[in-house]
C-alpha cells in the first residue's frame, strides 16, 4: 500500500502544481480590457478586414476597426501579419466525458451528458490550442435513441458550471446504421440487443414516438382538464419520454448519427410524420446521395471531411459529400467526433475546399458560423461581430494554410490558450516533474519492485462493460 | 499510342486546343469526356516534357523555370536548359510546381481495405514469429485507397504486415499497376517486428478495447523480458542455421541443414541485407531496441518514434533512422506539451537524427501524408525538411534513395504536378507519373461525386 502511497502524492502534487501555475497565468492575462491590434480579421459574416483592430470589453467584442484605442491598463496584442478567427466550433464531440453510451437499453433519452462532465480533461486544453472555443457534447452512438446533449464553452479548468453555454438549446443524440446494430461490437457469448438491423432501428423510433404522442396526450388531457378547474391526479412522469416529447414541440434539438442513404431518408420521413424536424444529420457520410431531400426537410448537415473506410458503410464516403450537400442548399458544419481531429479542424476545412472548391469564406463557415447556427447560439458565437462573445483566436498564418498556428485563444474575452506562456512555464514543469520522480517517497520499494504505474485516465469504463461503451461517432 | 489517356500530344497544344483540367480529370481534345470512369493502369512508358514550370527537385535547388523530360521509365533532363526530344508530349507547366512522388515509409496500404470488415483485412498472420509472411503477396492492386492516395501526389509506399512478434516481410510498392508485382519496387524490403513492450494502457481511439494496464508491474516487466529473449532466441538460431549452411557449402562433408524457411526468412537481416523495422514508441523501448538489434547484428530503423527526440543522441551516434508515424496523434502522457508530436520532427531535425514522416495508417488515409509533413513545419522544421520527410529522406531510409524521392537525372519518373505548394491542403495535383506512365487521377470518390453532382 506504501507504493500506493507514493503515486498518489506524486499524482496530487503535480496536478496542484500545474493548477497553481495556471491559476497565477491567468491572474496576469485576463483584464477586462484587451485591444488585438492591426490583424487580418476573419469575420466570416462581415467579409475579411486587414490591418484592422478589434476591442474585447467584458467578455464581448466592443469594437471592430481602425486606430482604435484602449483605455490604460487594458492588453494590448500588436497582430501585425497574424490573423483572427472566430473560435471554432466542433458541432460533435465526447471530450470530457466520463462515459459516452448508456448502451444498456436502445433508447435511453433520459440520460444526461452534462451529468458526466470532467472540466480538466487535458484534451480541452489541446483543443484550444487548436482555436476550438465551443464543443456540441453528444452522447455515443450505440443506441437509436441516445441521451441529451450539452454545449460548452471551452473554459479549462473552471468548475462546470462555466462551461454550460448559457441559453443553447438542449438536444438529443439519435443514431442509426451499423452502430445501434452493434454490427461491428459483438462479443462472443454476449447476447445481441434489439435492435439488430435497419428495420429495427426505425421502428424502435417509430415506438418511443408513438409512446411520446400518447404520454404528451395525458399531459394535454391533464392541463385542459386543470383548465376547466377539474380536480384529476397529474399522469405519472416518464423521464424517458419527456425529452422526446420536447422533439415533438420543437423545443429539443435531433442530432442524428447517420451514415447511409436510405437511414437518412428513413429518419427524415419518420419525423416529418411525426411532426418534427432533424436540426443536423451527424457524420452524414452519404448525405451527398440525396442532398434535395436533405435540404428539403431543412436538416442541417454536420461531416467529416474526408474519413472514410474504416466500416462498410463508410465505404461509399466521398470528401466532396460536404460541397455536394452545400450545393444543394443544405447549412453544413464539419466536426471532430474526436480529439485529435478536434485540434485541426482548420485543415478540415481546408481539404472541404479543395475537393468541394469551396471559396475561402465557404469553408471558413464549416467550422464558425455553420455550427453555431446548426446549435442555436449564433446569436453570440461563430462570427467577429460587435457584440457577440469574444470566442476567437489569433494564428500566425491564414488558418486554412497548413504552416498556421494558434498563438492565443479567447473564450469571453478571457485567455484560455497562449502558446508563449505555454512555452514559458514547460521549463518550470520539466524540473518538478523531474523533482518529484526524484523523491524518496516515489522511489522503488526496497523489494526492487517499482511502484505502480497509474492508469493513465480517468477510467470512465473497462473492457466488458455492459454493450462495449466506446462507440464514440 | 493509348488514347486512354489525358496528356495530349505537342501538335494540339501548338494548336492550342486547351485541356480542361478539373480536380484530376480532363476532357479530350475531341471533345469525348472522360470524366468518372476508371480505367485499369495499363498505360505504356511515355516520353514527356512539362515545361517552364516550378521544379522544386528536393535533392538540388528549387528551378523557378525549367524543363523536366520523362522518358523510358526515367527522369533525363531536369534545367533550365532542357532539350524537349522529338514526339514528346509536352505539358505546359505554367503556374504549376513539379515535384518528385511523395512516399510513406510505414502503412498497410493493399492490405486491408475495411478494418471492421475481417475478410478484407490481411494484415496479420497467426502467431508470434512469421518471418516468413511477405506483405507483397496479399496487396490488393485494385483496393480503393490506392486511387485515393495518389490523388495527392503520393506515388510510392511501404506496405507493412502487423500482428504477433515478428510481423513479416514489409515491400515498396508503387501505386500504379494491375499485380502486385507490376507495383513492386522493392518486393521484400525487410522484416517487420513489433518490439515487445510493457502494456500500460493510457487513452486515445478505442482505448477499452485494448487490454487493460497489468495489476502487477512487476511481473509484466518480467513477461516482456521474456519475449524480447525469445526474439534474441529466434535470430541466435537463426544465426547457428546460417553458419552450418556455410559450413556444408565450404566442406561437402558437413551435412547440410534441412532447409528451415523462417530461418531463411532472417539471413538477409543476418548479412545486414536488409533492415529490420522496429515499430517502437516510448523512449524506454527505442532504446531497447537499439541494444537489441546491436546485439544481434541487424541493421535497425525505428517506425513510430514518438518519443524520439528523447534519444537524439544515441540514434544519432549509432545512425539509427527513424520513422515517425505519430506526427498528429494526441499526446500519449498527460502532461505532456500539447505540442510534443507536431515538434518531434523538428528536434530531430536539428539533432541530425535521419528521420522521414509517415502516417503509419493501413490505407484509407495514406492521403494526408502532406498534412502530417505540413503541421511538423508549422511546429519549427524548417519546410524544405519537411518536404524532404516525405520524398527523399523517405527514399533514403528505405534503401533506395539512388532510385526514388527527388527530380534527377536517372531516377524512376515518379513526378507530381501540382497548382501549389505540396503539403497544402488546397493545392491540387494535376498530373501523376509513376514509372514514367501517366497515373489517372480518378477514384472510387471521382467517380461517385460524377455520378451524383447530376442528382439536384
Not at chain 1, 420 to 434: F, G, N, S
Not at chain 2, 225 to 245: I, P, S
Not at chain 2, 302 to 319: F, P, R, S, Y
Amino acid at each position: 500500500m506504501r507504493s500506493c502511497f507514493s503515486l498518489w502524492c506524486f499524482v496530487f502534487a503535480s496536478l496542484f502544481g500545474a493548477l497553481l501555475s495556471t491559476t497565477e497565468l491567468q491572474a496576469q492575462q485576463n483584464t477586462k480590457v484587451t485591444l488585438i491590434k492591426h490583424a487580418t480579421l476573419l469575420t466570416v459574416t462581415q467579409g475579411d478586414l486587414e490591418n484592422t483592430d478589434l476591442l474585447i470589453e467584458n467578455g464581448k467584442i466592443a469594437k471592430i476597426g481602425r486606430g482604435l484605442s484602449a483605455p490604460s491598463g487594458a492588453r494590448i496584442i500588436d497582430a501585425t501579419g497574424k490573423y483572427v478567427l472566430p473560435g471554432i466550433i466542433d458541432c460533435h464531440s465526447h471530450s470530457m466525458l466520463d462515459a459516452v453510451n448508456e448502451g444498456s437499453l436502445s433508447v435511453t433519452s433520459m440520460c444526461r451528458i452534462r451529468d458526466v462532465l470532467n472540466p480538466n480533461d487535458v484534451d480541452l486544453y489541446r483543443a484550444l490550442a487548436g482555436g476550438v472555443t465551443t464543443l456540441n457534447l453528444l452522447h455515443g452512438s450505440a443506441n437509436a435513441i441516445g441521451g441529451q446533449n450539452q454545449v460548452v464553452k471551452i473554459k479549462y479548468g473552471r468548475p462546470i458550471e462555466e462551461f454550460l453555454f448559457p441559453d443553447a438549446p438542449p438536444g438529443i443524440k439519435f443514431a442509426l446504421g451499423e452502430n445501434p446494430k452493434r454490427s461491428n461490437f459483438r462479443v462472443p457469448g454476449q447476447t445481441q440487443r434489439y435492435p439488430n438491423s435497419r428495420m429495427g432501428v426505425e421502428e424502435i423510433i417509430r415506438d418511443a414516438f408513438v409512446r411520446a404522442q400518447d404520454y404528451k396526450r395525458q399531459w394535454d388531457d391533464y392541463r385542459a382538464a386543470r383548465a376547466r378547474n377539474e380536480n384529476v391526479p397529474p399522469p405519472r412522469r416518464d423521464l424517458q419520454l419527456e425529452p422526446l416529447v420536447e422533439v415533438l414541440e420543437g423545443k429539443r434539438y435531433v442530432h442524428a448519427h447517420c451514415y447511409r442513404a436510405e437511414e437518412i431518408l428513413m429518419l427524415m420521413n419518420l419525423a416529418e410524420e411525426f411532426g418534427f424536424r432533424v436540426r443536423t444529420l451527424q457524420h452524414v457520410l452519404e448525405g451527398y446521395k440525396i442532398a434535395r431531400e436533405i435540404a428539403r426537410h431543412r436538416a442541417g448537415a454536420s461531416a467529416f471531411a474526408d474519413f472514410w473506410s474504416y466500416k462498410v458503410e463508410a465505404y461509399d464516403a466521398i470528401p466532396h459529400d460536404a460541397a455536394l450537400m452545400m450545393r444543394a442548399g443544405v447549412l453544413v458544419s464539419l466536426n471532430s467526433d474526436d480529439d485529435g481531429r478536434a485540434r485541426r479542424l482548420n485543415m478540415e476545412a481546408a481539404r472541404v475546399m479543395k475537393y468541394g472548391d469551396l471559396t475561402e469564406n465557404e469553408a471558413l463557415r464549416l467550422i464558425t458560423i455553420n455550427p453555431a447556427i446548426q446549435l442555436g447560439i449564433d446569436r453570440r458565437v461563430g462570427s467577429l461581430e460587435v457584440g457577440k462573445d469574444a470566442d476567437l483566436a489569433i494564428w500566425t498564418a491564414h488558418p486554412l494554410s497548413v504552416y498556421a498556428r494558434v498563438e492565443t485563444t479567447f473564450v469571453d474575452g478571457e485567455i484560455f490558450f497562449d502558446r508563449q506562456a505555454d512555452l514559458a512555464q514547460r521549463e518550470a514543469l520539466a524540473k518538478e516533474r523531474a523533482e518529484l520522480e526524484a523523491a524518496e517517497v516515489n522511489r522503488p520499494q526496497g523489494s526492487g519492485a517499482p511502484p505502480p504505474v497509474p492508469a493513465g485516465r480517468r477510467p470512465a469504463y473497462r473492457l466488458g462493460d455492459s454493450c462495449m461503451q466506446t462507440t464514440k461517432e | 499510342m493509348r488514347k486512354n489517356w489525358f496528356v495530349h500530344r505537342q501538335q494540339a497544344t501548338l494548336c492550342g486546343l486547351a485541356i480542361l483540367v478539373c480536380g484530376g480529370w480532363v476532357s479530350t481534345p475531341g471533345g469525348s469526356s472522360l470524366v468518372a470512369q476508371q480505367k485499369l493502369d495499363l498505360s505504356p512508358r511515355v516520353t514527356v516534357a512539362i515545361r517552364d514550370a516550378r521544379l522544386v527537385t528536393v535533392g538540388g535547388d528549387v528551378i523557378e523555370r525549367g524543363t523536366l523530360v520523362i522518358r523510358d521509365g526515367k527522369i533525363t533532363a531536369v534545367g533550365t536548359t532542357a532539350t524537349i526530344p522529338a514526339g514528346a508530349q509536352v505539358i505546359d507547366g505554367r503556374g504549376l510546381t513539379v515535384y518528385p512522388g511523395m512516399i510513406d515509409a510505414a502503412t498497410s496500404l493493399g492490405l486491408v481495405e475495411i478494418p471492421a470488415v475481417a475478410a478484407t483485412v490481411d494484415q496479420g498472420e497467426v502467431g508470434d514469429y512469421n518471418p516468413n509472411a511477405r506483405a507483397l503477396v496479399a496487396v490488393n492492386p485494385h483496393s480503393a485507397h490506392v486511387r485515393v492516395t495518389r490523388y495527392n501526389g503520393i506515388t510510392t509506399v511501404a506496405t507493412m504486415p502487423d500482428g504477433g512478434v515478428i510481423c513479416g516481410q514489409a515491400t515498396l510498392i508503387n501505386l500504379y499497376g494491375t499485380s502486385p508485382q507490376e507495383m513492386a519496387v522493392v518486393p521484400s524490403l525487410g522484416l517487420v517486428v513489433n518490439f515487445p513492450r510493457l502494456n500500460l494502457g493510457g487513452g486515445g481511439p478505442f482505448a477499452a478495447f485494448r487490454q487493460p494496464p497489468p495489476a502487477n508491474i512487476a511481473e509484466a516487466i518480467a513477461a516482456r523480458d521474456r519475449r524480447v529473449e525469445e526474439l534474441r532466441q529466434v535470430w541466435r538460431e537463426a544465426a547457428d542455421y546460417l553458419r552450418a549452411k556455410e559450413a556444408a557449402a565450404a566442406d561437402p562433408k558437413v551435412p547440410r541443414p534441412a532447409t528451415n524457411v523462417v530461418y531463411e526468412s532472417l539471413i538477409p537481416t543476418l548479412r545486414r541485407e536488409t533492415p529490420v523495422f522496429f515499430r517502437a514508441d516510448r523512449a524506454q523501448d527505442i532504446r531497447a531496441v537499439l541494444a537489441f538489434a546491436e546485439d544481434i547484428g541487424v541493421r535497425p530503423i525505428i517506425v513510430g518514434g514518438n518519443d524520439a527526440w528523447m534519444c537524439t543522441a544515441e540514434l544519432k551516434a549509432k545512425q539509427v533512422p527513424v520513422i515517425l508515424t505519430g506526427v498528429l496523434d494526441l499526446p500519449a502522457r498527460e502532461d505532456d506539451p500539447y505540442d510534443i508530436l507536431y515538434e518531434n520532427a523538428a528536434k530531430l531535425h536539428r539533432a541530425g537524427v535521419k528521420f522521414c514522416i509517415s502516417t503509419g495508417d493501413n490505407g484509407a488515409h495514406v492521403r494526408d501524408l502532406p498534412y502530417h509533413a505540413g503541421m511538423a513545419a508549422a511546429f519549427g522544421l524548417d519546410p524544405k525538411a519537411a518536404l524532404r520527410a516525405v520524398t527523399l529522406s523517405a527514399a533514403e531510409i528505405l534503401g533506395v534513395g539512388d532510385r526514388l524521392g527527388s527530380l534527377e537525372v536517372g531516377k524512376i519518373a515518379n513526378v507530381v504536378v501540382a497548382d501549389g505548394d505540396l503539403l497544402e491542403p488546397r493545392t491540387r495535383v494535376k498530373y501523376a507519373f509513376i514509372d514514367g506512365r501517366p497515373a489517372q487521377l480518378t477514384s472510387r470518390h471521382t467517380e461517385l461525386y460524377e455520378q451524383f453532382k447530376e442528382r439536384r
